[in-house]
């Protein structure tokens, strides 16, 4: 499998939360993974309850079954900045005056591809680092990317920095980035909810990544609420079967089924009820089909009514197991 996992949505549709669980699926049988942000939102240390990230790589969590543990790092695009100047031209102290004097803020401002370098140039070079033994630090690394709308041109950093340098260390940070993120060693999964907007901008998304030649993983659809009603109901809320319905609601106890009877008001409710479930169904089964068109994997995680939480966390890192995206 992939060791570098970008995940990437549409807004509201729960992408760090996947970034999350997934982090946590892939950590499992004492391997190590890393877990990526770089909008600077601090959304995985809410989702861990823990503190806010620094600018260093810090264990958030333990797998659950195999002892495996996930680091996590908040990339800051000026701290980047400072450790490449430090790396490509030895500033030190002088780098440091420069982030004092706004030079560094300017910079990532005013040049926003260097930006892009500098945030998917951490990634990788944590996916290619090795300790002294010769072994990858992290078995995968996990980045929680900018929403579907900007992935591509988030990762396409070629493009990006071709106006600014056709050569020298920039240019070769870069080549070295995309070296990393066109190989078999990346893929890149969009996360959607069974709705029309969300399902359309992955299509959107997937082309677009295509186009620019980066591998698209899998679709992880997020949130999916159970079919409480088989087909046969479905179709009886859809006809007029008030007489019947109120007669089931009688011999179930609650109430007298004659007009005006406390069974025989419940009817219309319920079939309200029923009629907008079954409308609900048959959209997400027409989403399902848009997603089903695209040609790849896909994945389904529950909606958890009681809202995110650690629990529910590795919950749906079990569950993302269980769909073998973590193999």
């Known amino acids: 499998m992939s060791r570098l996992q970008v995940v990437s949505g549409k807004g509201g549709t729960g992408k760090t939360t996947v970034a999350a669980a997934l982090a946590l699926a892939l950590a499992r049988e004492g391997g190590r993974t890393l877990l990526v942000e770089v ?15 620094p600018y260093e790589e810090r264990k958030i969590a333990v797998a659950p079954g195999g002892g495996g543990e996930v680091y996590a790092l908040a990339i800051d695009a000026e701290r980047a900045l400072l450790d490449y100047l430090q790396m490509f031209y030895k500033l030190g102290s002088a780098g440091r005056a420069l982030k004092k004097l706004g030079a560094i803020d300017f910079a990532t401002t005013i040049a926003p591809g260097l930006r892009d370098v500098l945030l998917t140039g951490k990634a990788c070079e944590a996916v290619r680092r090795k300790d002294k033994t010769g072994r990858f630090v992290y078995d995968h690394v996990i980045m929680d990317a900018p929403p579907t709308g900007r992935i591509t041109r988030f990762l396409n950093v070629n493009d990006e920095v071709a106006g600014l340098a056709r050569f ?40 677009e990544l295509r186009r620019a030649g980066l591998p698209v993983g899998r679709v992880v659809v997020n949130m999916v609420r159970p079919h409480h009603l088989d087909v046969d109901t479905l179709r009886t809320a859809a006809g007029d079967h008030r007489a019947e319905v109120a007669r089931a609601l009688s011999r179930a106890g609650l109430g007298a089924a004659r007009r005006g009877g406390p069974a025989e008001r419940l009817v219309d409710p319920l079939l309200a009820e029923a009629a907008e479930h079954a409308g609900r169904v048959e959209l997400e089964r027409e989403q399902r089909a848009v997603l089903d068109g695209l040609g790849l994997p896909t994945y389904e995680l529950p909606l958890l009514g009681a809202g995110m939480d650690l629990a529910g966390l590795y919950g749906l890192a079990k569950e993302l197991r269980k769909q073998t995206v973590a193999e």
């Open 168 to 207: 020298g260390p920039i240019h070769n940070q870069a080549q070295a980035v995309m070296k990393v993120l066109k190989s078999p060693e990346t893929a890149v999964h969009l996360v959607t909810l069974l709705e029309e907007m969300p399902v359309q901008e992955t299509a959107d998304g997937i082309a």
């Open 39 to 53: 909008e600077g939102r601090q959304g995985l240390a809410q989702l861990f309850g823990a503190e806010a990230l």
